[in-house]
């Protein structure tokens, strides 16, 4: 046996020794949220219930699930769906206008005091999405009761129901009340539905074996340290296809997201526009799409009337805190505001200099550039700004350590300045490097 035959025989043995007992975890926890979901719809789909009942099985459901999937930290989420009800329906009896703001204060609040002060670092990384989903409801509720947009306040059963849904108590993601109800109404029963839950959970188990076992395999450590960077970036990115591939399994299993024919219109994130991005504009709105609506919906349109930047600045602030008191998410997404703002502004100048379509977004056909976007002087530009975004996005990536350890206890202050600091803070430098040419052009 040559050495050729010999190194393709050890690559498909770790492939497989690897891929099998990552597989076999992904759908032990796949099976947990597909059964609590079935459940739910089946129910639905077969008994004619009343329109509280169908909330308080959706509640119960979903509180079973949380309960079973982390134990007795569920009663965290649970404390807070029961204690922003009560909250919200004392300022309703204070003010029809200032709900939204309180209680968005409140629920941030009390989630920085949990991860500073009540619960320990370990339980925390394991309920923080929970939580956050969890927050985003809440605050959408109290926001759209200001805006006059349900015709009465929520009784306890419907806000139970909707805070703690099984289609997206656990992975995700955002959903509206109008929708969720909207849904949970939907009554179907077809193969096809069935065959787009496998499909979903084939994708997702594919991001999983890439993340855990691909793409870490494929370029070594002892190469260019910017290499080694993008891949643990990519390694990062495509553990977050496979939670978003798996909140999707998750909603299609209950029936939200589908048409009464079976069609899926359900999407959470977009890897085609961000493994091959035209800018770090594009990448911010499909990297979570429905968390990218709610900010702006709730957040950036709210804060508009104080001016723009003043909205962008509160709609990355409102990100960061939900994600909680961690500077290295604040660092990554403050960075990524950053980034991204100078790109836009240098890119709108760029091509209103040289008449180019070279925005951050793409044109729409009708635009008055002169040089379209198959010109060859917009291709080369825009082929280099998506160059400078994958640069960024390794950057950016690289801290998100693999490891389970540094996950379970949370990323430090240490971690994230070092791995910056391997790769000389290049990417801080460059986008002052493109501030200087935006602000001199």
């Known amino acids: 046996m040559n050495e050729e035959e010999e190194y393709t025989i050890n690559t498909w043995s770790y492939l497989s020794l690897c891929a099998e007992p990552t597989i076999c975890e992904g759908l032990r926890f796949a099976k947990d949220l597909i059964v609590a979901n079935l459940l739910l719809r089946f129910i639905i789909q077969s008994i004619s219930l009343p329109h509280n009942v169908r909330h308080s099985i959706s509640m119960a459901i979903g509180t079973f699930l949380l309960y079973y999937s982390i134990g007795p930290a ?13 909250f919200m329906l004392f300022l309703s009896f204070i003010t029809k206008r200032l709900r939204g703001l309180f209680l968005s204060v409140m629920v941030i609040a009390f989630l920085l005091l949990c991860e500073i002060y009540i619960v320990n670092p370990k339980m925390w990384q394991q309920i923080r999405g929970m939580q956050m989903v969890a927050a985003m409801k809440i605050i959408s509720v109290a926001i759209e009761l200001d805006r006059d947009l349900f015709k009465q306040m929520l009784n306890p059963v419907e806000f139970g129901g909707y805070i703690l849904c099984p289609a997206n108590c656990i992975l995700g993601p955002w959903i509206s009340f109008h929708m969720y109800s909207t849904y949970l109404e939907v009554k179907f029963l077809n193969k096809r539905w069935f065959k787009i839950i496998l499909l979903n959970l084939l994708l997702a188990m594919c991001f999983l074996v890439l993340s855990n076992c ?22 990062f990115r495509m553990s977050h296809y496979f ?35 035209r800018s770090l504009v594009q990448v911010v709105i499909y990297w979570n799409m429905p968390m990218h609506q709610w900010l702006k919906k ?23 805190f939900l994600h909680g008191l961690n500077f290295q998410f604040s660092a990554v997404l403050l960075s990524i505001g950053t980034f991204s703002y100078v790109e836009y502004n240098l890119r709108f100048k760029v091509a209103c200099a040289l008449e180019v379509c070279c925005l951050a977004n793409p044109c729409i056909k009708q635009c008055e550039h002169r040089y379209k976007k198959n010109s060859s002087l917009a291709v080369f530009l825009n082929t280099l700004f998506s160059l400078i975004t994958i640069i960024h996005l390794a950057y950016l990536g690289v801290m998100f350590e693999a490891s389970f350890t540094v ?25 002052l490097f493109m501030y200087i040419i935006y602000v001199m052009m």
């Open 407 to 431: 996950q379970e206890s949370g990323y430090s202050y240490h971690h994230t300045i070092s791995k910056w600091e391997n790769l000389n803070y290049f990417s801080h430098g460059f986008t």
């Open 214 to 235: 691909i793409v870490p395999w494929y370029i070594d450590d002892d190469i260019s340290k910017w290499l080694v960077a993008y891949r643990d970036a990519q390694a």
């Open 74 to 86: 569920a009663m965290w989420t649970v404390g807070l769906t029961a204690g922003s009800y009560i």
């Open 243 to 277: 939670v978003s591939s798996m909140s999707i399994v998750s909603m299609i299993s209950a029936g939200f997201g589908l048409t009464n024919d079976c069609h899926s219109d359900l999407q959470v994130t977009n890897p085609f526009f961000i493994e091959l991005p």
């Open 298 to 320: 709730y957040v950036f349109k709210t804060c508009q009337v104080y001016g723009q930047f003043t909205a962008i600045l509160a709609t990355y602030a409102v990100s960061s």
